[in-house]
């Protein structure tokens, strides 16, 4: 079975700081990840996502993410926060095969001018 | 564009009422999904469908059925409509290839009362 921890439901940080999210995931099989965000009240769009290759994967915004197979992580991050950048951010996994794709609880990034 | 679109933004219903959340996506996916999603408990998937007529219980399908006579058009239905399923309702639809991101509608807020 398929599982993603997200650490932290709340991050605070202020503008132009180093943002970082923290993934974790559980998987049996070679995985498939994913970074979505949320603005309020609207549905989910994806940021990022690492299906083979290069385990560093860019994606919209600035954002970027590391596949790290040892550590079962897939941090987010970006070098400058902005205040555009306050929303609902999820991790997500799925495989081959999989029907289902398994989301995380979510981290509200809250960015202070 | 590719879209996904959810008949409304914004629903109150009576306890006991029969409800009805229309999901249409215009990018012919195979597989289509409802979420439901709560404050610290993220996207719990309700039902999925990978086919016209084909339905498999996700999470916490219990108060929910779903329909999808066609291939564009996943519907939920709350056969009997009860304060705790006051929520945020998101449907998405994803290729059949897993490494492949889903994709999201605006999402429905429905409020029991």
């Known amino acids: 079975a398929q599982s993603v921890t997200q650490l932290g439901s709340h991050v605070s940080v202020s503008e132009g700081a180093l943002v970082l999210l923290r993934c974790n995931y559980s998987s049996s099989v070679p995985p498939y990840l994913f970074w979505y965000v949320q603005y309020p009240n609207q549905g989910l769009q994806l940021l990022l996502k690492y299906t083979t290759g290069a385990t560093l994967v860019k994606g919209i915004n600035g954002f970027e993410a590391e596949f790290k197979k040892s550590e079962t992580s897939f941090h987010l991050t970006k070098p400058s926060a902005h205040m555009s950048d306050a929303a609902e951010y999820f991790c997500?996994?799925?495989?081959?095969?999989?029907?289902?794709?398994?989301f995380g609880a979510g981290t509200r990034l809250f960015v202070k001018a | 564009d590719v879209k996904v679109t959810q008949s409304s933004r914004y629903l109150v219903k009576r306890t006991g009422e029969k409800v009805f959340l229309e999901c249409v996506q215009d990018m012919d996916h195979e597989n289509m999904f409802w979420y439901r999603q709560d404050p610290g408990l993220g996207l719990r998937l309700i039902y999925f469908?990978?086919?016209?007529?084909?339905?498999e219980k996700g999470d916490i399908p219990e108060g929910y059925s779903v329909s999808r006579e066609k291939k564009e058009r996943f519907s939920l239905i709350l056969e009997s409509a009860s304060t705790n399923q006051t929520s945020m309702y998101l449907c998405?639809?994803?290729?059949?290839?897993?490494?492949?991101?889903?994709?999201f509608g605006q999402g429905t807020r429905l409020t029991v009362v």
């Open positions: 997500a996994v799925s495989h081959t095969g999989g029907f289902k794709t398994i």
């Open positions: 998405a639809s994803r290729p059949e290839r897993a490494n492949t991101e889903a994709f």
């Open positions: 469908s990978y086919d016209v007529k084909m339905k």
